[in-house]
């Protein structure tokens, strides 16, 4: 048995954390390799909520390794912080976390220039982002003059030169931008971030050389996804995305493991859909309808609270992500929140303004925006799913709802979650 990557189809938040925390007993380590404290994982185990934002969500399993790969971007004080709050929660890491010497540092002028841009005068600008930094990290490492890697903390008297190059262009920029912006002094940026690095220098090392030892030693991995493939820079509703390739596709660059060596492709959808922050959303209910989604699924984002918007199963779009990211099977998620309608719908293709059939997801956002879903509507059901834990225990109509997606979709269901914690699922489908 290989490894195993389990990646968001829609546009985040897909209860990737849950899945990921029950596939943690068939490997040996989960591994990060794009985003960065963006993601918001949660896992409720035994009653307890965990939040996992830029750590692995193996960290809560004892014995499981993780890792965070070159492709993830890191802003030390937000690592730190986390680290602390899962140890106030009782979560042992000890030696088990590694971080990437290529990963990418965020500094406080990543953080300024985001604010800059969400809050700047154009409305047109606002992408509706995390305001964590990661855009504009990922930004500067693509544009190379300005990077910093975690690798450069560990060469002082560089890293303080470079840092104060990029912090005297950055200074003057964002000074001609935002009138009432503070200065940053150079040489206390880099007394700070020496700091962390003294605290982090234990976790550091080469993760792409420790990945290919384990995978020697028999080792399995588990790759797991943040954001959803529908929010890759390259695949999803460009520009309202997020800056790293968020779908399959980004696995072998921000790890460094080709994907030859994984044999388990799960993609992770809800039983409806959901988006935070801006960009076009075909299905939305902006409505009694989504605002019930909202409410029973608890649809508020884990990292900034934002309500997250709502609305029907859109087929079209995921049937795209599943091929992007070579789903070979398929989760189901949040599916008891769909209990108590009389009729659920489900985009099976979309229609133009001139009442075009359109069977594919539109590469252009003006495209995007102007389709209307063509729904089929399937008759729902009454009963409370959240006690169910075999495939019997549901009701008819739902096993038609899952078996019509999976139709749709064209990958077979595997795993179908009817409950945020890890007894509420069930793994024989159908
Ligand atoms: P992620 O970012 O993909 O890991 O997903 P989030 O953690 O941001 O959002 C998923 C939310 O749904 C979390 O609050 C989970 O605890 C919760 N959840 C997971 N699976 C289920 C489920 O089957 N039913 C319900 N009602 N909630 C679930
Ligand atoms: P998880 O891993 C849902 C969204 C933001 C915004 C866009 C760009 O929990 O599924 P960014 O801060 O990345 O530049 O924001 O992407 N976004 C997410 N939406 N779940 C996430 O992560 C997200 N991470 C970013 O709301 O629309
Ligand atoms: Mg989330």
């Known amino acids: ?41 949660t896992v409720v185990a035994d009653g307890v909520t965990y939040k996992l934002s830029l ?19 890191i802003h030390p004080p937000a690592l730190l912080k986390e680290v602390e709050t899962l ?34 005068a154009s409305a047109a600008d606002h ?24 690798g450069d903390l560990y060469h002082p ?3 303080r030169e470079h840092l104060s190059r990029i912090i005297d262009y950055k200074n003057r920029l964002l000074a001609a931008m935002l009138p009432e912006f503070d200065p940053l002094d150079a040489k206390q940026v880099a007394d700070e971030y020496l700091e962390y690095a003294d605290v982090l220098r234990p976790l550091v090392c080469d993760t792409t050389t420790w990945m290919h030892h384990s995978l020697a030693q028999g ?22 995305v997020t800056s790293s390739n968020s779908s399959a596709a980004g696995i072998a660059a921000g790890s460094g493991v080709p994907t030859r060596h994984i044999d388990r492709w799960i993609g992770i959808v809800k039983a409806y859909t959901t988006r935070v922050g801006g960009g076009p959303f075909p299905t939305e ?4 309808v989504g605002e019930r989604i909202r409410r029973i699924g608890r649809e508020y984002g884990t990292v900034t609270g934002r309500p997250r918007r ?3 199963f859109d087929a079209v779009a995921v049937r795209y992500s599943s091929r992007v990211s070579g789903s070979t099977e398929i989760a189901l998620m949040l599916l008891d929140v769909l209990s108590g309608l009389d009729e659920i719908k489900v985009a099976v293709a979309y229609e133009n303004k001139d009442g075009k059939r359109i069977p594919e997801l539109p590469g252009h956002v003006a495209d995007l925006a102007e389709c209307r879903p063509v729904y089929e509507t399937l008759p729902g059901w009454s009963e409370d799913l959240t006690k169910a834990r075999s495939w019997s225990d549901l009701p008819k109509a739902a096993h038609d709802y899952v078996r019509f997606l999976s139709k749709q979709i064209g990958v077979p269901i595997s795993i179908v979650s009817v409950g945020p914690e890890r007894l509420q699922t069930i793994t024989k489908v159908g």
């Open 1 to 41: 048995m290989g490894s195993t990557c389990v990646v968001g189809l829609q546009w985040g938040d897909e209860a990737k954390g849950k899945i990921v925390d029950l596939l943690c007993d068939q490997h040996d380590a989960v591994v990060r390799y794009q985003g960065g404290a963006n993601a918001g994982h």
């Open 55 to 73: 750590l692995p969500t193996g960290i809560l399993r004892p014995g499981i390794e993780c890792v965070i790969g070159n492709g993830v971007v």
């Open 87 to 120: 140890k106030k929660q009782g979560v042992e890491i000890g030696g088990r976390l590694h971080v990437s010497d290529r990963a990418h540092v965020i500094l406080p002028y990543h953080l300024a220039e985001e604010r800059l841009t969400e809050e700047s």
């Open 127 to 150: 992408l509706g982002t995390t305001r964590r930094g990661i855009g504009p990290c990922y930004r500067d490492k693509v544009g190379r003059v300005h990077g910093v890697r975690v």
């Open 157 to 159: 008297a560089q890293f």
């Open 219 to 240: 080792k399995r991995l588990l790759f797991e996804g943040a954001q959803g493939s529908l929010l890759d820079v390259d695949h999803g509703s460009y520009p309202y």
């Open 285 to 288: 209910q902006d409505n009694d």
């Open 310 to 312: 709502c609305g029907w």
